[in-house]
């Protein structure tokens, strides 16, 4: 059974940079056949998909969004990150890392429970 | 982009009856559609894929069908635990795939 787990810090102040980890367990992501995304989804809203990684590094990100994130992977531990640079209030949201599954790779099948992100000084 | 736009908002049904849920696409996308359940304070977890295929563990009272831009998902009788939001998604267009903004189910 694969789990995705969501871990950094709730707080964030304007203008930093967020950093967020998604560590997968009961599958590697080296093994290929996945794109692994993190979406979010801001309070009370519906779902925004920010981005995919494979496991090679090759990256899609979501061009209706500013070009401030950035999706890398560390295949030792088998995780994947987000960065997301010059934060602001508009960024407050709970961010879920999933798995993109499907022979065009188009559906989440796997999610972490969600880790909620807050900007503010 | 696609738009996905859910009908109704909110829905309000009673334990053990039907529920009807739509998702309309502003432009075909094909079989490329999923449905996906959330509930207060949890991850969506991915009820439908294809269009019509049910994810791993999916009771049967769970279906979905359409075509093109027209989509449905149908809670057969719904059960306590079938309260939730529910949003669609397309990918066919991938990787842009984007959401439908959900209905709520509640109880009526």
């Known amino acids: 059974q694969v789990q995705l787990q969501e871990s950094g810090p709730g707080l964030v102040k304007p203008s930093q940079t967020l950093s967020l980890t998604c560590t997968v367990s009961g599958g590697s992501i080296s093994s290929g056949g996945y794109y692994w995304s993190w979406i979010r989804q801001h309070p009370g809203k519906g779902l925004e998909w920010i981005g995919y990684?494979?496991?090679?590094?090759?990256?899609y990100y979501n061009p209706s969004l500013k070009s401030r994130f950035t999706i890398s992977v560390d295949k030792s531990k088998n995780q994947f990150s987000l960065k997301l640079s010059s934060v602001t209030a508009a960024d407050t949201a709970v961010y879920y890392c999933?798995?993109?599954?499907?022979?065009?790779?188009?559906?989440?099948?796997?999610w972490g429970q969600g880790t909620l992100v807050t900007v503010s000084s | 982009e696609i738009v996905m736009t859910q009908s109704p908002a909110t829905l309000s049904v009673s334990p053990g009856e039907r529920a009807t849920l739509s998702c309309r696409a502003s432009q075909s996308v094909s079989s490329n559609l999923a449905w996906y359940q959330q509930k207060p304070g949890q991850a969506p977890r991915l009820l439908i894929y294809g269009v019509s295929t049910r994810a791993t563990g999916i009771p049967a009272r769970f279906s979905g069908s359409g075509s093109g831009t027209e989509f449905t998902l149908t809670i057969s009788s719904l059960q306590s635990e079938d309260f939730a939001v529910y949003y669609c998604q397309q990918y066919n267009n991938w990787p842009r795939g984007t959401f439908g903004q959900g209905t709520k189910v509640e109880i009526k």
């Open positions: 990684i494979y496991y090679s590094g090759s990256t």
């Open positions: 999933a798995r993109a599954a499907g022979s065009n790779y188009g559906y989440f099948d796997y």
